[in-house]
DNA sequence: ATTTTAATTAGATATATATATAATTAATTA
DNA sequence: TAATTAATTATATATATATCTAATTAAAAT
């Protein structure tokens, strides 16, 4: 199910009258003014609704003599509200990509032959070399402070800077015993 | 769950920018400022949106270091919409009641000893009353004239009358053979 | 203590929509 | 064919709400 699909159905199914309406059919089959009398409403308004649920295919119609009766199309609800959250969605995906997009020029904008050609000065822009800098260190092991100037010096002469912003962005912690990453 | 509260529920996922920060939490938890970021709305709207969603337990926060992380509440979507639509609700149970409690008011008012008193001139009212009548005849069965006025009469002299509005309320049909019910 | 910054709240605005009345259509009965 | 009636469509209105900017709060860093 498309995200529009999914907002459309919820729409519907986000109103006192149409959801009063879908329980009512979810028991029996009912007709434009035998709901409208339940529900204290206008067959106008009745139809309107109807008109609705049928665009999801949540409703479907069959003439019987007189009245047009409606009746509730289960199929269209027999699923779980999680699964359609976790329905890969491709506008999360159209983020994911130009967030993803936007790391890789900042990175190849600022790093040649794998050295750091200069730190940013905006700060969303330094993080992003900060958290690609702070790969070269494992997670979990400690390291001493001149191990991690050697494995920042690796990309920069200034590992000072380097050194003091890791910890100020959170990407690193110290104490007495000394350096090491903070998992994201 | 009530009705009340599957509105509440509804009404937040049938929004553009609340059902994608829920898909984006599906993912991993975040915080607002990256919400906002990859949803390209102001911090501000983000916040706007987390608040209604914790208001019904879709998401819950927690803080860590700078952020106040949000994260999906998976338990409160593990449902079935249909198994939503198919709880019985109060509302439609009142409609019921109110439906039964007027047939049998009609009925009061116009039958006294199994026999009926007078023919409504009402419309609804006579269809109640007709309907009634209606049970002294078996589905399926094929009556002759003689037969139904027989069976009209220990209600009412005037059985002319009421075959013919049986007719023409369509609760039964005739053709030469004679008279039957039709289901309703 | 001061400054910075993430998050929330307040207030304003513009859009969407649920509902009713009135008009129209479609189908059935007389 | 005319009359009745169920259903739909058109139009108008009032309410709800998603969003923004600006102001405020809360927490952390200097």
């Given at each position: 199910m498309t995200e529009e699909n999914a907002i459309r159905m919820f729409k519907c199914l986000a109103d006192k009258s149409?959801?009063?309406i879908l329980k009512s059919l979810a028991v029996e089959d009912m007709y434009v003014e035998l709901l409208a009398e339940r529900?204290?409403?206008?067959?106008a308004t009745i139809s309107f609704h109807l008109r609705k649920l049928s665009e999801i295919d949540a409703v479907k119609s069959y003439k019987t003599q007189y009245y047009t009766m409606?009746?509730?199309?289960?199929?269209t609800f027999a699923v779980k509200i999680l699964d359609i959250l976790k329905e890969q969605s491709d506008e999360a995906d159209l983020q994911e990509k130009r967030e993803q997009a936007y790391r890789k020029k900042v990175i190849d904008a600022f790093f040649e032959y794998g050295k750091l050609k200069s730190i940013p000065a905006q700060r969303k822009k330094e993080r992003i070399v900060l958290e690609e800098i702070?790969?070269?260190f494992q997670p979990g092991r400690i390291y001493s402070e001149?191990?991690?100037?050697?494995?920042?010096?690796d990309f920069h002469d200034d590992f000072c800077t380097i050194r003091r912003d890791m910890i100020s962005e959170r990407l690193m912690d110290r104490d007495e015993r000394g350096y090491w990453l903070i998992p994201q």
């Open positions: 149409r959801l009063q529900l204290n409403l206008t067959p409606y009746s509730l199309c289960q199929d702070a790969k070269a001149r191990e991690v100037n050697i494995l920042i010096a």
